[in-house]
């Protein structure tokens, strides 16, 4: 039966070797460490939690809780480590890293049909591969990557912009337009005083930011600095960059403005809007305190933060399928953070998708796409966008999802309302992944030449 590579073993990586495994695909794990370490590892384990050791809510109300919700029903591992390995930390889900790590490590160094190569990749392999090398892919094989899918297609740091829901805006205290009145009433304008402007410019020269990893540092590049640093180069700096006013004009007063936070939609529903140029070292805290002082912000709700950290991620929209594979070859899936979802769930989320479309690609079966309406869906769905342009990495949340067809739901109900649905969406494809799943397995055991019972069994996750 064919060989599936599957290069790093970290959160994607493990998810996607343990999957196929699971399902009589024999797979060639490759991972560099510990001969060769990424700047943040520390550690052989695979699956290395680089940072926190939080793996977010696990409310059923949010997107996070209901994402693990999903990856459970698809029998993960990732979830399966992090349930073993959890401690104590309220309605999130945090494990002992050590525990997490050894835990994947065994699982995945006791089956039979994974082999694991410790060594680094610096080539893509022939034949079925899932590309899973995280946010600090070693540099050959970045070069490789970037090979494959043209320079202008791989990206090395997330600056990324806070994004709030559009119902979170105030909307009195805004106007929508273009500068020069271009590109009719696509952004929404915050309007501030001299007085807004200088309290607004004062908070951020004073925000606590998240100090930088030493790879980090002198990552700044013009174009890619953040606000509070623009605020501290000069009380102007920002009112003649990010915050200019010009070509705009508020139809309250019918005059400039001092200056002005734009906002661009986010996504095509219209119910997310990005901060344009507002990438930030801020902490969360800071941020949520300081941007919430932008006249219309007042309520924002944030569903991703500004950041700016070192980040190798491809444009998945131009690049991916929503099976994960690379819109140029059929057997090369990518996943994990370099896919450009963000988060570690998330990452191990799209191993999971990755390895089996990969399994049913082997087995000559079709391919899934994950419902829209599911938060996992939505998920893949936004990042393999092929209308989205100026890309930049996105984790699960509700804001992702289509709009409900009811009433104007706000706040918790309308949460309420799109975990039940996706609850129910997501049933009824797994239903029919298991039916498929099924046929799959008649046709890996026929290849395997093992029981179809057993097979099925394996393949359905039970
Ligand atoms: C510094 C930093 C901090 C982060 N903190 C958080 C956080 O607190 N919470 C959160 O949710 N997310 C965080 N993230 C984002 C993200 O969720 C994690 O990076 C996550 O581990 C990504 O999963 P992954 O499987 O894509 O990559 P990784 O988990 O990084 O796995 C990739 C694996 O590939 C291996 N590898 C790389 N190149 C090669 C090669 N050429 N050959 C063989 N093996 C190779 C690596 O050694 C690694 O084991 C952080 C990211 C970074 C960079």
């Known amino acids: 039966m064919t060989t599936v590579n599957v290069l790093g073993a970290g959160l994607a990586g493990s998810e996607a070797a343990y999957q196929l495994a699971r399902r009589s695909v024999p797979v060639r794990l490759f991972e560099m460490r510990p001969a060769s370490m990424t700047p943040a ?23 996070s809780g209901v994402l693990k919700e999903e990856m459970r029903r698809l029998g993960s591992l990732v979830m399966a480590a992090a349930e073993a390995a959890s401690i104590p930390a309220g309605s999130a889900l945090a494990v002992d890293r050590e525990e997490f790590g050894r835990f994947l490590t065994a699982t995945l160094e006791g089956m039979a049909n994974v082999e694991i190569v410790r060594r680094e990749v610096t080539a893509i392999p022939e034949g079925p591969t899932i590309v899973a090398s995280g946010p600090l892919t070693s540099p050959a094989l970045e070069r490789a990557l970037q090979a494959l899918a043209g320079p202008r297609h791989l990206y090395f740091y997330d600056a990324v912009s806070p994004v709030v829901t559009a119902e979170s805006i105030d909307m009195a205290r805004v106007f929508r337009a ?16 001299r007085q807004e402007y200088e309290a607004f410019v004062e908070a951020l020269v004073s925000a606590e930011v998240v100090a930088p990893h030493p790879f980090e540092r002198a990552v700044y590049f013009e174009g890619c600095v953040p606000i509070e640093e623009l605020a501290r180069r000069g009380r102007l700096t920002l009112a003649f960059g990010p915050m200019r006013p010009v070509g705009l004009v508020a139809p309250l007063t019918g005059r400039r403005p001092f200056a002005v936070v734009q906002l661009r939609g986010d996504d095509r529903a219209g119910t997310l809007y990005n901060i344009v140029g507002f990438q930030t070292k801020m902490t969360y805290g800071a941020q949520r305190a300081i941007l919430r002082m932008i006249p219309g912000l007042e309520r924002a709700e944030f569903v991703r933060y500004g950041s700016l950290h070192r980040n190798t991620f491809l444009n998945s929209p131009a690049l991916l399928r929503p099976s994960l594979q690379l819109r140029g070859r059929d057997d090369l899936f990518v996943a994990g953070q370099l896919t450009g979802v963000e988060g570690y769930l998330e990452s191990a989320a799209t191993g999971l998708v990755a390895a089996l479309n990969a399994a049913r690609l082997t087995a000559g079966a079709p391919l899934l796409t994950v419902p829209a309406e599911t938060v996992l869906g939505s998920l893949i769905g936004y990042i393999t966008d092929p209308a989205r342009g100026d890309f930049q990495p996105m984790n699960a949340n509700f804001g992702l999802l289509p709009a409900l067809d009811a009433v104007a739901l706000r706040g918790r109900e309308k949460k309420r309302a799109l975990a039940e649905r996706a609850r129910a969406a997501f049933e009824r494809w797994i239903e029919d992944c298991v039916l498929e ?19 099925a069994l394996r393949a359905a996750g039970r």
């Open 41 to 63: 590892h520390r550690t052989a384990f695979f699956g290395e939690l680089v940072c926190s050791n939080s793996l977010k809510s696990v409310s059923p109300e949010t997107a």
């Open 178 to 193: 273009s500068r020069y009145g271009q590109g009719g009433d696509d952004y929404i304008n915050c309007p501030l005083s």
């Open 437 to 455: 799943a099924g046929a799959h397995a008649a046709w890996a055991a026929q290849a395997a030449g093992a029981g179809p019972e057993a097979g």
